[in-house]
């Protein structure tokens, strides 16, 4: 690089003062030519002060021989300079050297700074040419002279670090705190972060003439930043979930590589569980389970003990020493790290080219419930005091998240159990319907809810379907669909219609809402559909408390929703519920379901609800089984896990074939109880149920005089031959029959119980005229009908 001196003005002085020579930059610098001052008294430049100063030592040759004056231009207008007074060597004229007192502070300000910056080693300094080659520089071997910028910087960031001062070159925009990786002196991946600052020097011109650099070092700084972007996202991601392997993952995913290159975590056996785990010191069998893995390369090497496998019997280390009394334990060398005292459980837990590790336990609560373990390996550097310490910050906190989601654990499990508990089997297979229950709890089974539903076996083959939801999630939800459940079951036994069951139901809500504690009053309520389907008439009627409608998928392939007129809620009150009976031709398949399927196929109900007609139209659901027409329906409901619970009930209705049922109308006559008798002996007779004729007649016999006797006429008799043999007597009284025991001394009162004593069960139930007493008598050998068809 070369000293610019353009600018500077020169002139010759003789003894007396006289002017004998003259540069053209000192006429540009005052305006005068060299014919107007040549042999004309320097004083005469000279204004204010300066000049009196020089009159005052005129007899000194030519005044000061340095210092600041103020000369007078061409202009009129005066200048203020700095100059210095040689006298030349062999001879008697003096040198004079002038420049604007501007230039002159700067060239010793600049000094002073650059003096000032090379003397010092807390902030490096590199002075580069317009090769970007180094000419000045106080960081040693780093960066020496000679070099460029690339000796200093990480060999990654070399090219992008040579453009970025070719830029500062060309453009003259300044680079401020640039942060790069610093090459290591020492053959590592990297010694540390600097801040790079530079900008550009210009001549006097302003011509590029080279680019300074600043640096100070970041490394802290970044570490700060990596442990505080380290400590947000493990503020993030750890406990984030309740599942105790995916929180076990999370703590990983924060490690790695932010921290290390390669990172597992074991928990005991007993934590996925939801237990305590087993308090152990030493070796042995440590009852571990290695429960998540992480690596900088995304594959997990296949050597090392994999996801899921328990650890094998381990020696007693240090290490594990260290881990049960709840210490974080460092390895710092290749030997330490690899010294295990067995080749196996080095191949095992020793990761290829790991020369350090750093390993805390997961402690929580007075539990040690497993540890994490963090290596780095190849080129990176090892670990230190301060990145130990942060990894047993995050691990602690960690090990809250793994003992709460192990307790969450504990508690679902016994949630769910519960829930299990309160429905009923999945599949069912009756003469009216063949049914499939598919349950999804809300979250993937994070959560429990109040969904359910129920297939209920009513006298006379008639099947009741239920579905209902009770408001909100939890074990509240939980428990009150169990006595809802229960209590749908107990008033189908007492064969109420559909309408006047979620009327009593509606009531018992009701209760249940004012025994409530005050704050959950409002948040006790449910919807239900109740359906009741006879194989004999081929009927189904339905009622809704707020509960979306019921699908009908045709033989055909066709899909309807039944059209209802939906009441209001459970615990609203006040409102009646209407019922709807429609048709439905053998084979057809009812589908039941919640909302939660509905929202989750879309948010606008209407919408949601056409999306599931079309699942079930689907053509591969005209052949399929209710368990594939079900997972079709629910296809992708599982992923993400839903925010509500999920309930879908199919049945394939089924119809009694022609010759199973027989009927019969009589007067209110006495005398028509023996014809009643004849009747039912001649078509069991063509059944080939002889075996049970005497007792079927002693029923009718008894049923039959009872309606006669108490009802009145016309009085009604029916046969229904399939896996059983029911009995029913229609009569116009709304009168209920009572079982009592008869004294010794009555004569009457025992017909009843006969027919308990005779029967597998028997009831009654109310109709639109009248009331139905039956009986049902079991088939010892097998039925000769079944329901059709399948």
Partial sequence: ??????????????????????????????????????????????????????????????????????????????????????????????????????????????????????????????????????????????????????????????????????????????????????????????????????????????????????????????????????????????????????????????????????????????????????????????????????????????????????????????????????????????????????PELDRLFVPEKAHSCVAAPLYARGLMLGCVILFRTGESRTFDQQEAELLTEVATRAALSVDNARRYTREHRAAVALQQRLLPRFTTDSPAAETVGLYLPAAGGAEISGDWFDVIRLPSLRVALVVGDVIGHGLHATATMGRLRTAVQTLADLELGPDELLTHVDDLVIRLAAEAEPARQDAIGATCLYAVYDPVTRRCTVASAGHPPPFVLRPDGTVRDVELAPGPPLGVGGMPFETTTVDLEPGSILALCTDGLIHRLHPDPYVGLQRLADRLAAPSSRDSSLIDIGRSALADATDPPPRDDITLLLARVRALPEGTTAYWEFPADPAVVCQARDVVARQLVEWGLEDIAFTTELVVSELVTNAVRYAGGPVGLRLIHNESLVCEVTDPSNTQPRLRRARTTDEGGRGLFLVAQLTSRWGSRYGSRGKTVWAEQAITSDAPFSAVPT
């Fill in 1 to 342: 690089m070369s000293f610019g001196f353009d600018g500077i003005a020169t002139a010759l002085l003789d003894t007396r003062g006289t002017v004998v020579g003259w540069s053209a930059e000192a006429t540009e610098l005052v305006g005068w030519t060299a014919a107007e001052v040549h042999g004309k008294p320097v004083g005469d430049l000279l204004v204010g002060p300066s000049e009196q100063r020089w009159r005052a030592d005129a007899d000194n040759l030519v005044g000061p021989t340095s210092g600041e004056a103020r000369l007078r231009h061409r202009s009129g207008r005066s200048i203020e300079v700095a100059f210095r007074v040689q006298r030349l060597g062999g001879c008697s004229q003096f040198f004079v050297l002038a420049a604007p007192l501007r230039w002159a502070t700067d060239w010793e300000h600049g000094t002073r700074v650059l003096q000032a910056l090379l003397s010092q080693e807390r902030i490096g300094i590199g002075i580069h040419d317009t090769d970007l080659r180094v000419v000045r520089t106080n960081m040693g071997p780093d960066l020496s002279v000679g070099g460029c910028l690339a000796d200093l910087v990480d060999p990654r960031d070399a090219g992008e670090a040579k453009a970025t001062l070719s830029k500062v070159l060309s453009t003259g925009v300044p680079l401020v705190a640039y942060e790069r990786r610093r090459r290591s002196t020492q053959g590592l991946e990297f010694q540390g972060h600097f801040y790079l600052s530079a900008v550009r020097l210009e001549d006097a011109r302003g011509h590029p003439a080279g680019v300074v650099t600043l640096v100070t070092d970041a490394t802290e700084r970044w570490r700060a930043r990596r442990d505080l972007e380290l400590r947000h996202r493990a503020s993030v991601l750890i406990g984030a979930s309740l599942d105790v392997q995916r929180t076990a993952q999370s703590l990983v995913d924060v490690l790695v590589p932010a921290l290390g290159d390669l990172a597992w975590v074991e928990l005991a056996e007993a934590v996925f569980e939801g237990d305590e785990p087993l308090k152990t010191v030493g070796g042995g069998q440590l009852h571990l389970r290695r429960a998540a893995v992480a690596s900088a390369d995304g594959a997990w090497p296949t050597a090392l003990l994999q996801p899921g496998e328990a650890v094998p019997w381990f020696p007693d280390l240090p290490l594990m020493r260290a881990l049960q009394q709840g210490t974080v334990f460092t390895m710092l060398d290749r030997t330490e790290v690899t010294d295990m005292g067995d």
